[in-house]
């Protein structure tokens, strides 16, 4: 059988079910954009990490050969050594004594702080101040 259309009946949506379809996409679009700012600010937590990872090895390099650290000043101290960009390195402490000297790394667009202890050997994650 088919069906019968009264004249004043159409085939269009109407205005709540189109509010619904907008407001369904604002919501998940909502969604979207906070996974992508998270997972953006993971990665260059992952960067800084990383960077950081890379200049103690050079420095238990540098203590192998020299029996002391090498105070850190920018990625020229360590020929090979390469730096992402908005990343920031730094030493502190004695040279000369393992249990005095740390390595900082940062990213610009972050509020972390990694912090390895040479004494130890462990990270310590804070805040910028």
Known sequence: MRKILSPDSSRAFTL??????VGIIMILSILAISSYL?????AYEIVAK?????????EEAFFAKHDR???YTGPSDFPGMKLSPGVTLATA????SPADFT????????DKL???HF????????TKP
Do not use: S
């Not at 004494?119 to 804070?126: K, R, S, V, W, Y």
């Open 93 to 96: 402490g004695n040279p000369e």
């Open 69 to 71: 650290y090498k105070p």
């Open 50 to 58: 990383y960077d950081l990872h890379n200049l103690i090895t050079f």
């Open 119 to 126: 004494d130890t050997g462990l990270f310590e994650e804070t």
């Open 38 to 42: 998270h997972a953006k600010n993971h």
């Open 103 to 110: 390595a900082q790394g940062w990213h610009e667009r972050t």
């Open 16 to 21: 709540i079910e189109m509010i619904t379809v």
């Open 114 to 116: 990694y912090i390895y």
